[in-house]
T-cell receptor, first 112, second 111 residues
Framework: TQLLEQSPQFLSIQEGENLTVYCNSS?????LQWYRQEPGEGPVLLVT???GGEVKKLKRLTFQFGDARKDSSLHITAAQPGDTGLYLC????????????WGLGTSLAVNP | DVKVTQSSRYLVKRTGEKVFLECVQD?????MFWYRQDPGLGLRLIYF???????EKGDIPEGYSVSREKKERFSLILESASTNQTSMYLC??????????FGSGTRLTVV
C-alpha cells in the first residue's frame, strides 16, 4: 500500500516556467520531508515541515504542509536546468519515528 | 562535512556469489538503513538498524542479511546473488525522527 501519492509522476518544462508538485495521503504525518535526487546519486534532504499549515522557502522553492498534515506541495518559481532531478516526499507516520514512508517521486526535467 | 560512505559505486558480481556492501557514517547516528531503488518501484526498505547489533526487517528482506557490529558501520550481505538483485543500493543514516543522510549509492549488476 502506497501511503504517499506523488503527482505528477513526470514533468517536462521549459526554463523559466513555474511548477507545483504534490504529495498526498489519507494518513496523518507528524512531519514531511522533501528530497531531491540527481541521476546516479543518493537523495539529498531539502526541507522538513512539521506544523500543519507551515510554509518554508528555500530560494526559489516553496514548501507547504497541509493544515491536516496529510499532504504537502513543492512549488518552484522560474525553474532552471539545475532543478532537474527526482523529487521525493517522505514522512513519519504518527507513532512511528524511526523509518520514513516514501512516495515514488516526481521526475522533473527543465529544458534550456 | 557529514558523510555516509558506501564502499563501491559500481559492482559486477556473478550469480551465486556472496556479496558484501559496506556503509560507514561519521555522524554518530543511531539509525541506519539499506534501500534498493528500481525504476517505477521507488525506494524499498530492505533492513534497518536502530542500535548496535540490532536489526529489523524492512519490506523486502528476502535474500539479504545485515550486520551492525559498530555504530558507524552497517553492512548488507547478499547471501547468494541472483539477477533479480541487480539494482541501485542506497545506505542512509539518521538521528531519531530526523531526515536521512544518504550515501552516493552502489549500482550492483549480477550477471
Amino acid at each position: 500500500t502506497q501511503l504517499l501519492e506523488q503527482s505528477p509522476q513526470f514533468l517536462s518544462i521549459q526554463e523559466g516556467e513555474n511548477l507545483t508538485v504534490y504529495c498526498n495521503s489519507s494518513s496523518v504525518f507528524s512531519s514531511l520531508q522533501w528530497y531531491r535526487q540527481e541521476p546516479g546519486e543518493g537523495p539529498v534532504l531539502l526541507v522538513t515541515v512539521v506544523t500543519g499549515g507551515e510554509v518554508k522557502k528555500l530560494k526559489r522553492l516553496t514548501f507547504q504542509f497541509g493544515d491536516a498534515r496529510k499532504d504537502s506541495s513543492l512549488h518552484i518559481t522560474a525553474a532552471q536546468p539545475g532543478d532537474t532531478g527526482l523529487y521525493l516526499c517522505a514522512g513519519y507516520n504518527a507513532g512511528n519515528n524511526r523509518k520514513l514512508i516514501w512516495g515514488l517521486g516526481t521526475s522533473l526535467a527543465v529544458n534550456p | 562535512d557529514v558523510k555516509v560512505t558506501q564502499s563501491s559505486r559500481y559492482l559486477v558480481k556473478r550469480t551465486g556469489e556472496k556479496v558484501f556492501l559496506e556503509c560507514v557514517q561519521d555522524m554518530d547516528h543511531e539509525n541506519m538503513f539499506w534501500y534498493r531503488q528500481d525504476p517505477g518501484l521507488g525506494l524499498r526498505l530492505i533492513y534497518f538498524s536502530y542500535d548496535v547489533k540490532m536489526k529489523e526487517k524492512g519490506d523486502i528482506p528476502e535474500g539479504y542479511s545485515v550486520s551492525r557490529e559498530k555504530k558507524e558501520r552497517f553492512s548488507l550481505i547478499l547471501e547468494s546473488a541472483s539477477t533479480n538483485q541487480t539494482s541501485m543500493y542506497l545506505c542512509a543514516s539518521s538521528p531519531l525522527n530526523y531526515g536521512y543522510t544518504f550515501g552516493s549509492g552502489t549500482r550492483l549488476t549480477v550477471v
